[in-house]
């Protein structure tokens, strides 16, 4: 008699973000993580920071988390990912956005995730196939230049990772997005510096089945 073997999709994922880097989740405890950011920031205050302006540090920073926490909600996150410790006294204008699963159809009803992801690389300029915790996955990288017009302020670097959920029906993915805002006159080895850090991050991922 033959076992077949019943496998089943991960329920979840770990990612291990840099040294210095604050997880925020989108879904519930969205405020006590943002509350404990800001607890930190302000007790990093450099000495003789006068106290009379502690109370509108504490607002600016909280405005500025909150508006960054909508603008990845809005984009279907699931997590935040965000860096609030200087880097050689550099703050770093970057964050890493893991969005909700999406279904995407097979490009043949017996094709799997590996043509959809092949197909797409075709179509995708610089967009190459990559393996991530024994899982296929596609990293894209492009510049998206500031428009006002569509919500773009400032301009950024974009680096995107869609790994296909192993085993699960219909087929579902997850998009992992890293955005660095580009300052003009800036040193391009700078960003892609920041680049290669998300990749190194990325390179952390596994599944999760607990």
Known sequence: MTTVEHRRAPNGFNLVPPPGWEVIPLHS?????????????????????????????????????KKVVRRASAKGGMTLYLPTERLHGIALPVSIVASEPIEIPRVRPESGPEAVLAAL???????????????????SEREV??????????????????????????????????????????????YDTLVELFDAVMSTFRWSYS
């Open 29 to 65: 405890g969205t405020r006590e993580a943002m509350d404990r950011i800001v607890r930190k920031a302000v007790a990093q205050l450099p000495v003789g920071f006068p106290k009379d302006d502690i109370p509108q540090a504490r607002l600016k920073l909280t405005q500025e988390l």
């Open 121 to 139: 690389a075709s179509e995708i300029p610089g967009a190459e196939v990559r393996e991530l915790d024994d899982t296929a996955a596609l990293r």
């Open 145 to 190: 230049p500031a428009d006002p017009e569509q919500g773009v302020e400032v301009a950024h670097r974009r680096v995107e990772y869609l790994v296909p959920i192993p085993d699960s029906a219909p087929d579902k993915y997850l998009t992992f997005s890293y955005s660095a805002l580009i300052a003009p006159g800036s040193d391009p080895a700078f």
